[in-house]
């Protein structure tokens, strides 16, 4: 059984960082493009960052870009999300994705977490 746990989240001030953690089991996160989405409230989720299998694609959302880092840890079989410059633009719940596609759109995630919640303050 597959299972993706999401931590790390709370609340922090604007201009702060946070480090979100994806835990796998059930599968080998180095065989699986993973991706970060987020969905505030009232909102559709949406992208946030992937990094391809083969860890020669990473893709983040415009914006994203420049301030969150996605890294993976095949060791641990862990995914991180290190977001730095929070902004209250960033509050959402964040999930952890897989998929077995190498460049996957929004739909072709095979498996998702439960989420985390991220609150930044002004």
């Known amino acids: 059984q597959v299972q993706l746990v999401e931590s790390g989240g709370g609340l922090v001030q604007a201009g702060g960082s946070l480090r979100l953690s994806c835990a796998a089991s059930?599968?080998?996160?180095?065989?699986?493009?993973m991706g970060w989405f987020r969905q505030a409230a009232g909102k559709e989720r949406e992208f946030v960052a992937r990094?391809?299998?083969?860890?020669?694609?990473?893709t983040y959302a415009d914006s994203v870009k420049g301030r969150f880092t996605i890294a993976r840890d095949n060791a641990k079989n862990t995914v991180y999300l290190q977001m730095n410059s929070l902004k209250p633009e960033d509050t959402a719940v964040y999930y952890c994705?897989?998929?077995?596609?190498?460049?996957?759109?929004?739909?072709?995630?095979?498996?998702w977490g439960q989420g985390t919640q991220v609150t930044v303050s002004s």
């Open positions: 994705a897989a998929s077995g596609e190498l460049r996957p759109e929004f739909g072709e995630y095979n498996y």
């Open positions: 059930g599968l080998t996160v180095s065989r699986y493009t």
């Open positions: 990094v391809s299998w083969t860890g020669s694609w990473i």
